[in-house]
């Protein structure tokens, strides 16, 4: 089991910045991805962002360049550094990671509400 709690959503004008944070606890040790979706209203979850245990990233096509993944291997924490927000980037995130034997996990959602 993994539980996962985020934080850092907000409300941002358009071109503003955010930075959410997903504190994974429990059987971190088998986790091979961590990642962020998100979800808007009316919207499937897409994914935006994933990186794997060896540091390899990933980016969605409308988050590239804008949109940094990181994580703290200490504090077992992925970060998603979020700049130039658009009005496009409104919604619920949410913290994902995948484990050894492929179960997801999810965390609670933050929402992120840009202003135009």
């Known amino acids: 089991q993994v539980q996962l709690v985020e934080s850092g959503g907000g409300l941002v004008q358009a071109g503003g910045s ?3 944070s997903c504190a994974a606890s429990g059987s971190i040790f088998s986790i091979i991805v961590m990642g962020w979706y998100r979800q808007a209203p009316g919207k499937q979850r897409e994914v935006v962002a994933a990186i794997t245990s060896g540091g390899i990233t990933a ?3 409308s988050v590239k360049d804008r949109f940094t993944i990181s994580r703290d291997i200490a504090k077992s924490t992925v970060y998603l550094q979020m700049n130039s927000l658009k009005p496009e980037d409104t919604a619920v995130y949410y913290c ?5 034997d492929k179960r997801n996990y999810w965390g ?8 135009s």
């Open 108 to 115: 609670q959602g933050t929402q992120v509400t840009v202003s």
């Open 18 to 20: 955010l930075r959410l």
């Open 96 to 100: 994902n990671v995948v484990i050894a």
């Open 59 to 61: 980016y969605a096509d």
